[in-house]
């Protein structure tokens, strides 16, 4: 993971490679507020290039805007940056998948996200969701646009939920974003290893 931190940390580096400074998950009211580092998706807007963040509609909003606010505010949250998995799975039958998309696991109620909820239930459901993601996908075939064919689906994980690595984390670039790390941390050093599969029919 990008960081040998938590889960906001790292959720902010994908899409930023920065996490403005802060190195731990609280205060979480700083994160909406004052977490002001580019990211990903005003990249590809400026690059003209769509994308969409799919998220559960039990999550009531979107985690991922809630944050990057400070970035994400001026992209309304609704269609097309922001749909509820209903969509992602109309999308993807449809041949209608951005350029882009992240699928943003359930985070509050009954998570989905891998995160222990009492117990086994919320790997459970991890599980059923990576399966349905990956079902829909494999058996799209939309003549034009999206389908399994040109589709690459990246499933990985924020951060390792502190499972033993015995392999010290190697060392990284810092962002180079201006940002004074929290407690000292220079973001010079990568976090502990997790999973990362690459799905394709190449």
């Avoid at 005003?42 to 559960?56: C, F, H, I, K, M």
């Avoid at 999550?59 to 749909?83: E, I, N, Q, S």
Wanted: one cysteine or more.
């Amino acid at each position: 993971c990008g960081v040998p931190s938590q889960t906001y940390t790292n959720r902010a580096f994908f899409h930023a490679a920065s996490s403005a400074g802060y190195l731990v998950n609280s205060p979480s009211y700083r994160w909406p507020f004052f977490n002001n580092a580019p990211t990903i998706f005003e990249s590809l807007t400026n690059a003209g290039r769509q994308w969409t963040v799919y998220y559960d509609g039990l999550d009531v909003l979107p985690f991922t805007r809630l944050l990057h606010y400070p970035r994400l505010k001026k992209f309304p949250d609704k269609a097309p940056f922001f749909k509820d998995m209903t969509s992602f799975y109309d999308d993807v039958e449809g041949g209608n998948l951005p350029d882009y998309s992240f699928i943003q696991p359930r985070f509050v109620l009954e998570t989905n996200s891998y995160h222990p909820d009492k117990g086994a239930p919320a790997v459970k459901r991890g599980e059923i969701l990576v399966n349905d993601v990956y079902q829909a996908i494999r058996q799209s075939n939309s003549t034009t646009g999206s389908n399994f064919l040109n589709t690459l689906l990246v499933i990985t994980f924020d951060e390792g939920g502190t499972t033993y690595d015995h392999v010290p984390p190697p060392a990284a670039a810092p962002p180079g974003d201006g940002y004074l790390g929290q407690y000292g941390f220079g973001f010079d050093r990568l976090g502990q290893r997790i999973p990362c599969i690459l799905v394709s029919p190449w």
